[in-house]
């Protein structure tokens, strides 16, 4: 199958920067400006996309659909793409058995069903270590789209939701343990001994006060959207019969900011 136009749903600060990756490559990059805010469009067209109005539309004239977009709105986005016999990238942050669940939607629609994660921040040249996972029977087939401009893509073996199991692994910890320094430090504050805390920390964990800083200044810019893969993590658990609890709790950390 020849990959020569790709479509995006949707060009946040991640999507953009993956599209003006594979945009870079050589590759035409479609996005759908429908229900689309202005701050969407300044990034797609600093990152070079051409709008194909809706994701009916996008669909139709594309080889491959990726989709990057908060991970409450993943499934929705699939269905909004309706028929379409591509190849599907779901390159969100949700549990495998979402994953399964946007894989059923695509595949019944006609489309094939490519499973991924980013891990990283947006990619910003050659020299950008952001990784793109890949899993599932067709992921070798679309890593080249995305190896162009310093996104390193890796395929990996076992389920075809592998993608997503790593994801959540990996949010786990880094916004888990996010949280929980959130949620300790807004303690000490509510009991006054934030500043004591703050120079223990000082003397025997000394990364840890530029640590909560960056968590809470992360937190305040993109918590919003880490409520709902907080909770994807946490049914990732409990899937593995582990205890669920502390990143529900994480969720609610962050729908507190």
Known sequence: MTIATVGLLHPGAMGAAVGKVVAGGGRAVLWASEGRSAQSAERARRAGLRDAGTATALAARSDLV????????????????????????????????????????????GARYVD??????????????????????????????????GLQALVLDGEATAASALKMAYAG??????????????AARAHGVEDALVREWEHSIPSLPDRSARAASAADE?????????REVAATLAAADLPAGFHEAAAQVFERR
């Open 66 to 109: 990726v989709s990057i977009c908060p991970p409450h709105g993943a499934l929705d986005t699939a269905r909004a793409v309706g028929p379409f016999t591509g190849l599907y990238v779901d390159a969100n942050a949700v549990s495998p058995a979402t994953a399964a669940r946007i894989r059923e939607v695509v595949e019944s629609a």
């Open 116 to 149: 991924a994660a980013i891990i990283g921040s947006p990619p910003d040249g050659a020299d950008s270590t952001t990784r793109l996972y890949l899993s599932g029977p067709d992921a070798r087939e679309v890593a080249d789209v995305f190896a162009a401009g």
């Open 173 to 186: 910890w880094t916004k888990g343990t996010a949280a929980l320094l959130l949620a300790v430090r807004a």
């Open 222 to 230: 993109k918590g919003w959207r880490w409520v709902a893969e907080m």
